[in-house]
C-alpha cells in the first residue's frame, strides 16, 4: 500500500508540476482609450494559460523549481485583429538557502505587432512557424529558461538558445520586426546572435560565476560572495574589449545594475574602487548607478 501511495504521489508531482514556468501575463491597454473592451481580458487569460500550460522542454519541474517570471504586454493601438504593442519581459532565480530572488532576465521588446482573434487556439510548434504572437512569446520563454539555466551550470542554457534562435529563424518568414539582421542592433534577432557567438562566451562564464560563486554564497560568506562577484564582473572586461557597448552586456546590466549598486553599497567592506572602475568601463549606460556606490 505504501508503495502504490508513493508512486501515486510521484505521478501527481510529475502531472501537477511539470511545466516550467510561473508567469503572470499582464494586458494593459490604456493608450488605446478602450482598455475595457473584452478582448484585452481574453487575451491575458488565455496568454496566461498558455505560457503556463505549455511544456517547453522535455524536463520535469516540481513545484518549487519553477521559473518566476513577468511578461506585461502594452498595447498601444488594434484595429480588428491587428495589435501594435511593446512587451516588457523580466525573470528572476532563487538564491540559496535565502528568501531573496535575484533578477536574471529583464528585456523591453518595444516592436510587438501581432494578430489575434478573441479566442483563438493558442499553439506551440517546436520548428513551424504559427504566428508573430507566439513566436515572439516562445522566443522570449527559451530566453528565460537559457538565461536561468545559465545561472546555475556552465552553459547550462545551451539547448534553450538555440531553440530561440530556431524561432527567430523560422520567423524571417513574417513582416515582423526584430527578427532579421536588418532590424538592427537592437533586436531579437541581435540578442540571441551575440549570445550564440564565441566572442561573447565570457558574459556567460559571468552569469555563471556572478550567481554560483558569488550570490549563491552571500549568506554564508557576505565579503567572499562580494568579492567572487566583484571578479565575475571583472570577466566582462574581455567582452568589452571586443565588443564594446553590445546590446547582449546592456541586457546583462538591464537586469543586474540596481542589484548590483545595492550589494556594493553595503554588507561587509571591501575595495570597491576597482568593482566601480570595472564598471564604468563595460555599462557607462549605468553611470549615475556606480557613482551612488556609497561605502
Not at 150 to 156: K, R, T, V, W
Not at 226 to 252: C, G, T
Not at 253 to 276: Q, R
Amino acid at each position: 500500500m505504501r508503495k502504490l501511495f508513493l508512486l501515486f504521489a510521484l505521478l501527481l508531482t510529475t502531472v501537477g508540476f511539470s511545466q516550467e514556468l510561473n508567469c503572470t501575463v499582464a494586458v494593459i491597454a490604456q493608450q488605446t482609450g478602450n482598455e475595457n473592451n473584452v478582448v484585452f481580458k481574453t487575451l491575458e487569460n488565455q496568454l496566461n494559460e498558455f505560457i503556463n500550460n505549455t511544456k517547453w522542454t522535455g524536463k520535469n519541474f516540481g513545484a518549487q523549481e519553477r521559473i518566476n517570471c513577468n511578461m506585461v504586454i502594452n498595447v498601444n493601438d488594434y484595429n480588428n485583429d491587428s495589435f501594435s504593442a511593446s512587451l516588457q519581459v523580466s525573470s528572476s532565480r532563487p538564491v540559496f538557502n535565502s528568501t531573496y530572488s535575484s533578477p536574471v532576465y529583464n528585456y523591453n521588446d518595444r516592436n510587438f505587432n501581432f494578430q489575434y482573434l478573441e479566442f483563438q487556439n493558442l499553439v506551440y510548434n517546436d520548428n513551424q512557424f504559427e504566428s508573430n504572437l507566439i513566436s515572439v512569446l516562445a522566443f522570449h520563454v527559451y530566453m528565460i529558461l537559457g538565461m536561468d539555466a545559465d545561472s546555475f551550470e556552465l552553459n547550462g542554457g545551451d539547448d534553450y538558445f538555440e531553440q530561440a534562435q530556431t524561432i527567430a529563424s523560422y520567423s524571417q518568414q513574417l513582416n515582423g520586426q526584430g527578427w532579421k539582421l536588418e532590424d538592427g542592433l537592437q533586436s531579437r534577432f541581435a540578442l540571441i546572435d551575440n549570445l550564440m557567438s564565441p566572442s561573447f562566451k565570457d558574459l556567460r562564464t559571468t552569469m555563471y560565476k556572478y550567481h554560483i560563486e558569488g550570490m549563491d554564497v552571500m549568506n554564508e560568506g557576505a565579503k567572499e560572495g562580494k568579492m567572487k562577484i566583484i571578479a565575475a564582473l571583472d570577466e566582462l572586461q574581455k567582452v568589452h574589449r571586443v565588443r564594446p557597448n553590445s546590446y547582449v552586456m546592456r541586457v546583462f546590466f538591464d537586469a543586474k545594475a540596481d542589484e548590483i549598486m545595492e550589494i556594493l553599497s553595503g554588507g561587509p567592506s571591501v575595495n570597491i574602487t576597482e568593482a566601480t572602475d570595472i564598471l564604468n568601463k563595460v555599462a557607462p549606460m549605468h553611470s549615475q548607478k556606480w557613482r551612488n556606490i556609497k561605502y
